[in-house]
């Protein structure tokens, strides 16, 4: 029963590089979401999906791409990674069209630009 | 402009002790507020949460209280555990859009 899980956990990339996280759950939730947390920031939310085929932008949504081609997959894309990107990224997922909240969340994954 | 604060960014309390954290938010169209817990190198975890008719609910140690009128909620663990000790994040939704979070505050129960 792995819920929300996050590939890959750790990575570094160099300025200007690309690369695409991948959120996968196996709950038949309809909304996922990317956050990033940072210190004194709190969770900040930078995209979200309400299902198959569509994405939103949320908080923070500059210099990052979202795509939902299935229903259990949510990918972020950092197309030419910033240092101002370094943070930790969280997938959550969760039922229904009434949101009365809990969220599932991944284990997150560690970004780190130089 | 941030809409849920919490003020606080860490708080110690004695083992066996009340803690108490605060959040305040500013949206009046928030009609449910969540808590997660999280602890380090782990995704937040749901912990209670309470629906705008409500003024309180309770599930074990966690109580969380709303006062509407002041836009304030704030949850109890009673009595604290080690075990407790970890970041807590106070969430609101308007029940169209994402949850909104607070910036954390980092408990630590101490023995």
């Known amino acids: 029963n792995a819920g929300v899980t996050q590939t890959p956990k750790f990575r570094v990339l160099k300025t200007g590089q690309s690369m695409t996280l991948l959120c996968a759950q196996d709950m038949n939730h309809e909304y996922m979401y990317w956050y990033r947390q940072d210190p004194g920031m709190g969770l900040r939310l930078i995209h979200y999906?309400?299902?198959?085929?569509?994405?939103a932008k949320g908080e923070v949504p500059d210099g990052y791409n979202v795509s939902r081609l299935k229903k259990q997959n949510f990918l972020l894309g950092l197309e030419s990674a910033a240092p101002s990107q370094t943070s930790v990224y969280f997938c959550a997922s969760r039922f229904g069209l009434v949101n009365t909240g809990e969220l599932f969340f991944g284990e997150g994954s560690r970004l780190t630009v130089l | 402009d941030q809409q849920v604060k919490q003020n606080s960014p860490s708080l110690s309390v004695q083992e066996g002790r009340i803690s108490i954290l605060n959040c305040d938010y500013t949206n009046s169209m928030f009609d449910y507020f969540l808590w997660y817990k999280k602890y380090p190198a782990e995704g937040p975890t749901f912990l209670i949460s309470?629906?705008?008719?409500?003024d309180k609910n309770e599930d074990g140690r966690f109580t969380v209280f709303l006062n509407k009128s002041a836009k304030h909620l704030s949850l109890h663990i009673v009595p604290s555990q080690p075990g407790d000790s970890a970041v807590y994040f106070c969430?609101?939704?308007?029940?169209?859009?994402?949850?909104?979070f607070g910036k954390g505050t980092r408990l630590s129960v101490i023995a």
């Open positions: 969430a609101a939704s308007d029940r169209n859009t994402p949850l909104v």
């Open positions: 999906s309400v299902g198959e085929g569509t994405t």
């Open positions: 309470i629906s705008s008719i409500k």
